[in-house]
């Protein structure tokens, strides 16, 4: 398998410009998140998916972002309009998760290698 | 409140020791997974280890051992024999079951490997 794939893997863009950041997940796998990692605040759940549902979307920092799984094999994040602020690396993750189970199986979340997003 | 705490922003070690990276957790939920992951400088997320909160035996995963004490709420990383290649920044986090998929993550140690 060739793991949770993300593109672009980096992105330079102007504030005010619109960026979307693309994912897909691994094959068979029935969850989906989005991170943003910073220096500032580490590692934040920006919004998460299970069977292309958005589960928890409390993350997301405003309404200038936005996601999407249209299928189980694709999801987008939107800014628009991007902001500096918005600088970070976004990751993509995945994983088979078993609603109501004990948890007893790790099921990890396995990572995409992250998109770094540059916004002057 | 924070559910995970790593006390530790950096740590250092010599090659060929042993380390022990601090993890405490919060939780009421009786069922949850402890996740440790690893981040080089080249920025990707690699999963090393995990412990279940039924689990009655600590976790291991070659050189890396989960050192859990449920009572204590804490699930310490070690790892054995460190290498150089070693040196990142180590995450725990924690799944509660009460909570679906999603992960919550600490702030990360950043650990270097002394030669």
């Known amino acids: 398998d060739a793991g949770v794939i993300q593109s672009p893997r980096h992105e330079v863009t102007e504030m005010g410009q619109e960026v979307t950041l693309r994912c897909k997940p691994i094959s068979g796998h029935n969850s989906l998140f989005w991170y943003r990692q910073t220096m500032m605040r580490g590692l934040e759940l920006l919004i998460y998916f299970n069977n292309n549902v958005p589960i928890d979307d409390s993350g997301m920092p405003e309404d200038r972002f936005s996601a999407k799984m249209p299928n189980a094999s694709f999801s987008t994040l939107k800014i628009q309009p991007s902001e500096p602020r918005d600088s970070a690396v976004y990751f993509c993750?995945?994983?088979?998760?078993?609603?109501?189970?004990?948890?007893?199986?790790?099921?990890?979340?396995?990572f995409g290698p992250g998109t770094r997003l540059t916004v002057l | 409140a924070q559910k995970i705490t790593q006390t530790q922003p950096g740590m250092f070690v010599q090659e060929k020791e042993a380390v022990t990276l601090d993890c405490t957790y919060d939780t009421s939920d009786p069922s949850y997974g402890l996740f440790w992951y690893k981040q080089p400088s080249s920025g990707e997320m690699i999963f090393l280890i995990y412990q279940g909160s039924y689990d009655q035996q600590n976790a291991t995963e070659g050189r890396y051992s989960l050192n859990f004490q449920k009572a204590r709420k804490s699930a310490n990383l070690v790892i054995s024999a460190s290498q150089l290649g070693d040196s990142a920044m180590y995450f725990c986090a924690m799944r509660e079951r009460s909570s679906g998929s999603r992960l919550t993550f600490g702030e990360g140690t950043q650990l270097t490997v002394n030669p």
């Open positions: 993750a995945s994983s088979f998760f078993e609603p109501g189970k004990r948890e007893k199986t790790y099921n990890e979340q396995f």
